[in-house]
């Protein structure tokens, strides 16, 4: 019989994994110890590395690694090729918190089911009724937008950058400064990705609102980072965690504005449907983390060309980046549910080590990833306190970042 490629061990939190390719009859047998071929798989680059033997796997299996990758029906999942279990792998990190920039993201809130937020209501109010049709592809009408009605579409973009501003001044409930500052970064995040042609039309916006921070950064200092550089204390990575996401009566609610960004990464059907209203937050939040700021100057282009540019730009990096249909349907629909329990709801119970032998699957499910000595389950403070005390959050030039243990 053909040989495949099974995962053996997988810490799912971590992002790493041990697979290894044999025959299927020997899989859960004491001749398991006949594979091929074991490999060790880890993040960012998931390259693989040899590994002399495949204890050393089944060995990871019996301290904190999951064991193995089952259905709901206990039946080993086989992939056909090494690259299908590096996807597979990659998607779930992503789902667990982790996004473009690499470092683990804080713990968030829960969404709040029902009617749109402050800031999904102003969005939902500068689109037209065909862009809230929820059969549409996003990134279709996207590409259609950008080619026919570009002016629409940077209507809609600057609409929900806006949104998100409206609905995190009204979260300031106390006047804290480091989560000023981290509001009035993302204000120059959003001024630097040109989502207000200039500083007129960002101090109407402000006072037209009465925002408070936005007052006291683009009026009473003049924050201009653009025009007068001065040094960041967050990265734009870290803004996406904790800002909020506008949230509409469809799609799903989400907590973050990274969170969509994340599921587009990780649930091969989230852009299958929803139209402008779900394209337009994640290509948001693609032109601010997974697209350079730079492309053509407004000396020689007009404002309009360059933001057309980088939207551009956005499209095409995430249809690189979208999860590619390689993996087994089984694996591809736990994936897919795994994302959106993370992303599209409170983040489920964790359960523990796997304690059943491979003959009959781990008792947990096909996602049990056990606590490892990198990996814990923090409380879940307020979202605006993590701005102040996530060490990971705040960048320290002179500092180098925090590190994580191996597995």
């Known amino acids: 019989m053909t040989s ?4 053996d061990a997988w810490a799912v939190y971590d992002g790493v994994a041990f ?34 033997r495949i204890t050393t796997g089944l060995r990871a299996a019996r301290a904190s690694y999951q064991d193995g990758y089952f259905d709901l029906d206990g039946t080993e999942i086989a992939f056909d090729t090494l690259e299908d279990i590096r996807q597979s792998v990659r998607r779930a990190y992503i789902a667990c918190g982790l996004g473009p920039g690499g470092a683990a993201t804080p713990p968030r809130i829960a969404p709040e089911p029902g009617a749109p937020t402050a800031g ?24 259609r937008l950008l080619d026919e009605e570009p002016e629409r579409l940077r209507r809609a973009v600057q609409a929900f950058g806006e949104g998100v501003v409206l609905d995190w001044e009204a979260a300031l409930q106390h006047r804290l400064p480091a989560t000023e500052d981290a509001l009035g970064e993302l204000y120059a995040v959003f001024a630097d990705a040109g989502i207000w042609p200039g500083v007129e039309e960002r101090e109407r916006f402000v006072n037209d609102h009465h925002l408070l921070a936005g007052m006291h950064y683009l009026t009473e200092r003049r924050y201009n980072p653009p025009l ?17 996401c506008p949230s509409l009566p469809f799609p799903e609610p989400f907590s973050r504005l990274s969170d969509p960004l994340k599921l587009s990464l990780c ?27 730079g492309g053509p100057s407004t000396f020689w282009h007009g404002v309009a060309q360059v933001f057309d540019h980088r939207m551009r730009s956005a499209i ?7 999860p590619r249909p390689v ?16 992303l599209q709801g409170p983040p489920p119970d964790l359960p523990g080590p796997a304690s059943a032998p491979p003959s009959t699957g781990p008792s947990a ?26 060490p990971w959050f705040t960048v320290r030039p002179e500092d180098p970042p925090p590190t994580r243990s191996a597995p």
């Open 19 to 52: 697979a290894s390719r044999s025959a299927p009859e020997i899989r859960g047998t004491t001749r398991v110890v006949e594979a091929e071929t074991t490999v060790f798989l880890s993040v960012p680059d998931l390259e693989p590395i040899p590994v002399g």
């Open 267 to 293: 649930d091969s059907e989230y852009l299958s449907s929803g139209g402008l209203a779900k394209g337009v937050p994640v290509l948001l939040a693609v032109m601010l983390v997974g697209v350079t700021i």
């Open 120 to 143: 999904g209501s102003y969005f939902a109010g500068a689109l037209d009724p065909a862009d809230l049709e929820p059969d549409a592809r996003p990134l279709d009408v996207v590409r």
């Open 327 to 342: 993996v087994p349907e089984v694996a591809d629909q736990l994936l897919n549910g795994f994302a959106r329990s993370w």
């Open 4 to 7: 495949l490629w099974f995962i």
């Open 316 to 322: 095409d990096w995430l249809e690189r980046q979208l």
């Open 365 to 390: 499910g096909p996602f049990a990833p056990a606590p490892s000595p990198s990996t814990e389950t923090p409380p879940e403070p307020d979202w605006l306190q993590q701005v102040i005390d996530d």
């Open 228 to 244: 007068n550089p001065s040094p960041r204390r967050y990265s734009t990575q870290r803004l996406l965690t904790v800002a909020p």
